[in-house]
C-alpha cells in the first residue's frame, strides 16, 4: 500500500492545500479555454498546476505531512486534470478527439478493477513510477500543445515538442495501466479474498 501512516488522518496540510486547490482549477481551465477562450491565461493555470503537483509531494515529503487525504487527493487532482486538459484541448482541436478518449479510457478500465482489490481488502496499489513518469510527460505535454494553437515559429516548436511528450505520456501511461492490471492479477492469485459479514461489509 501506499507509504502514509495508518492513523495519519490529518486534512489541513499545506499539501492538502495545494491538492485542492489544484481541484479547483480544474473547472476553471475549462471555463478559460471552453467559454472565454483565454488561451494565455489557460497556459499559465497548467503551468501553475504542474508545479503544485510537484509542490504538494516535495512538502509532505519534506514537512512530514503525509496524510491518507492527500494520497486520495494528489491522483484524483492529477486525473482530473489531465481529464479537463485533454476535453479542452479536444474542444478547441488543438488536439484530435481520440487523444481525449484513449486517456479516460484507461482509468476507467482500471476503476472497473477496483471492486476486485476490495475483495482482497484494498482500496487501491502503490502507484508506479511510470504511472509518475506518464503524468510528468502530459503535464508538460499539455502547456505545450496550448501554447502550440497558434502560428509562428514559437509555436510550430511548443507544437513539436507537445507531441513528443504527448505521445511518451500516452504510451507510458498505459503501459502503467498494463503493469498496475498484471499486479491486481498477481494480487488475486496469491492473497485469500477478505471475510465477509452477513451483510456484505468487509471485515476489519
Known amino acids: 500500500m501506499a507509504d502514509v501512516r495508518a492513523g495519519d488522518s490529518r486534512v489541513l496540510t499545506l499539501p492538502n492545500v495545494l491538492s485542492f486547490l489544484r481541484l479547483l482549477g480544474v473547472p476553471l481551465f475549462l471555463w478559460l479555454v471552453v467559454v472565454e477562450?483565454?488561451?494565455?491565461?489557460?497556459?499559465?493555470?497548467?503551468?501553475?498546476?504542474?508545479?503544485?503537483?510537484?509542490?504538494?509531494?516535495?512538502?509532505?515529503?519534506?514537512?512530514?505531512?503525509?496524510?491518507?487525504?492527500?494520497?486520495?487527493?494528489?491522483?484524483?487532482?492529477?486525473?482530473?486534470?489531465?481529464?479537463?486538459?485533454?476535453?479542452?484541448?479536444?474542444?478547441?482541436?488543438?488536439?484530435?478527439?481520440?487523444?481525449?478518449?484513449?486517456?479516460?479510457?484507461?482509468d476507467l478500465l482500471l476503476w472497473g478493477l477496483v471492486p476486485l482489490l476490495r475483495t482482497r481488502g484494498y482500496s487501491s496499489l502503490p502507484v508506479h513510477f511510470l504511472g509518475k513518469a506518464a503524468t510528468f510527460n502530459l503535464l508538460y505535454a499539455f502547456p505545450l500543445l496550448l501554447l502550440g494553437g497558434g502560428d509562428g515559429t514559437l509555436s510550430t516548436l511548443a507544437n513539436i515538442f507537445g507531441w513528443a511528450f504527448a505521445c511518451w505520456g500516452i504510451g507510458l501511461y498505459w503501459w502503467a495501466g498494463v503493469l498496475y492490471a498484471w499486479q491486481v492479477r498477481v494480487l488475486l492469485q496469491q492473497t485469500a479474498p477478505v471475510p465477509r459479514t452477513r451483510g456484505g461489509r468487509v471485515r476489519g
Open 37 to 106: 477562450r483565454q488561451v494565455t491565461w489557460a497556459f499559465v493555470l497548467l503551468m501553475v498546476s504542474g508545479v503544485t503537483d510537484w509542490l504538494d509531494g516535495y512538502l509532505a515529503r519534506t514537512l512530514d505531512q503525509r496524510s491518507r487525504l492527500g494520497a486520495l487527493l494528489d491522483p484524483v487532482a492529477d486525473r482530473l486534470y489531465i481529464f479537463a486538459v485533454v476535453v479542452g484541448l479536444a474542444w478547441r482541436e488543438f488536439i484530435p478527439w481520440w487523444v481525449a478518449v484513449l486517456l479516460p479510457l484507461r
